[in-house]
């Protein structure tokens, strides 16, 4: 199973970086959507999604004939040695997963198949699930073939996907049976990675425990900023201290808006309706619920303290990605704060380096809300500039220019990008997250 022929079922994040660095360490892929327009634009050279280092790598592949795109899942079916589901698990109104991506391709798989195959899950799914892919194949084929279930969580940060995927930490594989233990290992084997092999409720587990852990201490940093704060200190020379302890790491310790994007909000509603259901009250999780959106409260109030009355006034947003590197807009906290400050009947003139398409829909170009090209042209005339992503540069903003063209120079910053000190230099009435003002 050297190169082994590797199908991938949903080309979106998740599938399609995958799918290009399996191609990249020798693998034959067909990744498969049921999208014909995300087909077609990646049969015809386009990239649907923007992820650094992307590109190109797909370019390579698809031109050495390792990399191919189809929206049959019957092709994707009959032309593999093994399945990888990449498909949404998006959330529902309570929190709980909606699984019916999982399942409808489940069925889909079972009425193709024809030979033993081995099925990985990679999307992130609630414990138990692979159980239930198993069952549901077994259900719906028609044929008497054999098929063993794989969980496969995926850690790939958006923005730097290729590069975790390309050198992970780990790899978790998840079994039922040892039968496809060593297509597994020799499928992950060029990428020199730290193997974990469990069984699959531990690796559905694994998944949402460290995500849920994750948006555990961006909580923890979000709260000490409101201690910080109160205490007149500085909440990243805090965490810094803190995280230069080896125990505790200095990564996603960073006070901000809070964190969104299409996987912690969502496995953390999960991981406590999970826990829930199997008769754990997960109190710790839902306080990090809590403090995230109180964050959010927090950042729109201290707009509205500086501001005072919010309507008519024009503000300028840089940011409308969930972090920076990324175009992804799903739950994005910059979104959020754009919807907040419409509502409140600001004008916003906004920019984002590569999130602008997608957050068209979610943010509607029109009189209240106007998307410029150029991060230097946002603060022209506003009464106040607000830094909702990280992008790193945004902190190259030319900012004697942004003081000499906003019509009040209030600065008021969600991810901490300036310093304070230098702010108050160059004139500007300056509010970050738990530094002091
Ligand atoms: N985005 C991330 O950073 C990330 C990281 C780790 C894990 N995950 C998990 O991976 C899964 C996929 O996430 P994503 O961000 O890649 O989603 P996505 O929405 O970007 O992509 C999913 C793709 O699946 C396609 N699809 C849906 N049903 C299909 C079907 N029946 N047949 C073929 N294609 C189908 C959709 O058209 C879409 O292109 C989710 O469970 C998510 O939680 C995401």
Redo the contacts with the bound molecule.
């Keep these: 199973m050297k190169n082994a022929r590797i199908t991938i079922?949903?080309?979106?994040?998740?599938?399609?970086v995958s799918g290009t660095c399996f191609a990249e360490v020798g693998h034959q892929v067909l990744c498969?959507?049921?999208?014909p327009h995300?087909i077609e634009t990646l049969r015809n050279g386009g990239i649907?999604?923007y992820e650094p280092g992307l590109e190109e790598m797909v370019r390579r592949n698809v031109a050495a004939g390792r990399l191919q795109f189809t929206?049959s899942?019957a092709e994707g079916v009959e032309n593999s040695d093994i399945i990888f589901i990449?498909?949404?698990?998006?959330p529902q109104p309570d929190g709980s997963v909606d699984l019916s991506?999982i399942e409808?391709?489940a069925r889909?798989i079972a009425s193709h198949l024809t030979g033993y195959r081995i099925i990985v899950d990679?999307?992130?799914?609630p414990v138990k699930t692979a159980e239930k892919v198993a069952e549901t194949i077994r259900r719906y084929c028609k044929a008497r073939v054999e098929f063993d279930v794989v969980s496969n969580?995926?850690?790939?940060?958006?923005g730097f996907?290729v590069e975790d995927l390309m050198k992970p930490d780990r790899i978790v594989i998840g079994v039922g049976s040892q039968r496809p233990v060593t297509a597994m290992r020799e499928v992950y084997e060029p990428f020199q990675a730290p193997i974990i092999v469990t069984d699959t409720n531990s690796a559905e587990l694994i998944?949402h425990a460290a995500n849920s852990f994750l948006a555990l201490k961006i909580s923890y940093a979000n709260a000490l900023s409101v201690i910080c704060e109160a205490a007149g200190a500085n909440v990243q020379e805090v965490t810094r201290g803190m995280g230069l302890d080896a125990r505790i790491g200095t990564r996603f310790l960073q006070a901000g808006l809070g964190f969104g994007?299409?996987?912690f909000p969502?496995?953390l509603s999960a991981f406590i309706q999970i826990s829930t259901e199997l008769g754990y009250d997960f109190r710790l999780l839902k306080e990090v619920q809590r403090i995230n959106a109180e964050q959010m409260d927090r950042f729109i109030k201290r707009i509205t303290d500086t501001l005072w009355v919010l309507k008519a006034k024009r503000i300028g947003v840089l940011g409308l990605a969930f972090k920076q590197n990324t175009d992804?807009v799903?739950t994005s906290p910059a979104i959020e704060v754009c919807q907040r400050l419409v509502r409140e009947g600001a004008m916003l003139r906004v920019h984002d380096p590569q999130a602008m398409d997608k957050a068209r829909t979610l943010l509607p170009e029109g009189p209240q809300v106007t998307y410029l090209l150029s991060q230097d042209e946002v603060p022209e005339g506003c009464d106040a500039l607000v830094i909702a992503t990280e992008w790193p540069q945004f902190a190259k903003l030319d900012l004697a220019r942004t003081r000499a063209s906003m019509n009040t120079p209030i600065v008021i910053d969600g991810r901490n990008l300036f310093d304070p000190a230098e702010m108050e230099r160059l004139g500007f009435i300056y509010k970050s997250i738990g530094r002091g003002s």
């Excluded at 079922?9 to 399609?16: A, F, H, S």
């Design positions: 079922i949903g080309t979106g994040y998740v599938g399609l498969v959507d049921k999208d995300k649907p999604i929206d899942t990449a498909v949404p698990t998006p991506f409808g391709v889909e990679k999307s992130t799914v969580p995926e850690f790939l940060r958006e996907a998944k994007g299409s996987c969502k496995d992804d799903r």
